[in-house]
């Protein structure tokens, strides 16, 4: 089964900084995603970027960066220029890419990293 | 619709009590995900229907819990004899065909069991 490990419960960053977000993953797989995603206090989940693992180019979205080490099993996310909206809980998540099989493409979940960001 | 809905948002039970939580996907959306998300924890997986389909429901944690999606449109979660460790958010979360992206998901019912 995999595994996703967020090892930092709460992180706080100042306006207009950078904060990165860590994520480890465990999997015996080699075609899979990873994601990103943002939950504010309106608990709607929001995809904030997403990964192949068969792409070697990390995934961008305008200040929105991953570092991305596949043999590593980590997928870390990198905010620049923080934003007083970006304050939420943020998740990374795990999806097979199997065609097959009993995963169903179903989202594994880290336990989260909750984001301050100070004016 | 524009987005996933679900209702009610919120739903205070007494223990002892059925509750029945909906999911309106988005239209066409082939796959439908039910996650079970505690107060400050991840997401967790209870069930997955592909069209009308219930294809896993190996997350479900007790057989008080039954999902259904008759037309392969709106789901409905239930939950008999309602425990206070059912207290949770529920979500529900959408896809199309392709398996590259994510989900869309509503902004959940948070059910709390007194």
């Known amino acids: 089964a995999q595994t996703v490990t967020q090892s930092q419960p709460e992180m706080s960053v100042q306006e207009a900084e950078t904060v990165t977000l860590s994520c480890t993953y465990d999997?015996?797989?080699?075609?899979?995603?990873l994601f990103w995603y943002k939950q504010p206090p309106s608990r709607q989940m929001i995809l904030v970027i997403r990964?192949?693992?068969?792409?070697?180019q990390n995934a961008t979205e305008n200040r929105f960066s991953v570092n991305f080490q596949k043999a590593a099993k980590s997928f870390s996310l990198k905010i620049s220029d923080s934003q007083l909206g970006d304050a939420a809980m943020y998740f990374c998540a795990y999806r097979s890419g199997s065609a097959g099989g009993t995963s169903y493409g179903k989202l594994t979940f880290g336990q989260g990293t909750i984001l301050t960001v100070h004016p | 619709g524009a987005g996933v809905s679900q209702s009610p948002r919120y739903k205070v039970a007494k223990r002892g009590q059925d509750v029945a939580l909906r999911c309106d996907p988005i239209?066409?959306?082939?796959?439908l995900f039910w996650y079970q998300q505690a107060l400050g924890q991840g997401p967790e997986f209870l069930t997955y229907f592909q069209n009308e389909a219930q294809l896993d429901k190996s997350g479900l944690p007790s057989d008080r819990f039954f999902a259904e999606r008759p037309e392969g449109s709106v789901s409905t979660l239930k939950i008999q004899r309602t425990q206070q460790e059912d207290s949770a958010v529920y979500l529900c979360?959408?896809?199309?065909?392709?398996?590259?992206?994510?989900?869309?998901f509503g902004s959940g019912t948070r059910l709390t069991v007194v």
């Open positions: 979360a959408s896809s199309g065909s392709t398996k590259r992206y994510g989900y869309t």
């Open positions: 239209s066409g959306h082939v796959s």
């Open positions: 999997t015996s797989e080699s075609d899979y995603y």
């Open positions: 990964q192949e693992a068969y792409k070697q």
